[in-house]
């Protein structure tokens, strides 16, 4: 390319000098700024994990009945005070319960370009169980986390609600996020004989 360009080999001496001392300079930085961690932490890779090692653990069991509940609003949290709530805690998903913390739906702030501008200006009227538009999904704690992991990669939603197990209404005790699986499963020292839980009636 230089002799192509030159018509000799004069500037290959100053080129490789270059060369050489930008590798030696910028070899802490790279241009992959945003390069995850370890190739489970990449939607594209989750399925290499083994799912064995999550078909027969329960959420309730890994988790020690312990969830998130920071992105869990009430249903008459207004579209003003969620816009607040944002700001404090960086949440653009969030679980709406009402006042028996029933799980009542799931709310993207990405949802919000679809609702009209004129009805938007009303932030004072418009409360988060009238932004609902997904389809409500779950696992209760007698469910395995393969499952848990399942719907969360499933789904264009950062969190999967727990509820409890023996209730008929799905009563939220909280959220899974996928990197607290993921963390789980590195903790587990990814065993290949796991203990058997006995799936849940």
Known sequence: MVTELTGGYELLPPLMIVAVISLI??????IYTNQVTNKFSSQAHL????????QHVR??????????????????????ELEEVTKTTQQTDFIIEDEQKTLLGLLSLRDLSKVDE??????ELLIAQDLIARK??????????????KLLVDSDFDKVPVVRAEDPEPHLLGYLRHQDILQYYYRMGLQKEPEHVESAD
């Open 59 to 80: 959420v309730g069991d890994a988790f020690n009945h312990h969830y998130h509940r920071q992105a869990v609003i009430p249903n008459n949290m207004t579209l003003g």
């Open 118 to 123: 004129d009805i938007k200006a009303s932030k």
């Open 136 to 149: 409500l999904y779950y696992v209760r704690e007698s469910d395995s986390l393969y499952l848990a992991l």
């Open 25 to 30: 300079t910028s070899h802490k930085w790279s």
């Open 47 to 54: 399925w290499d994990m083994n799912p064995i090692n999550l």
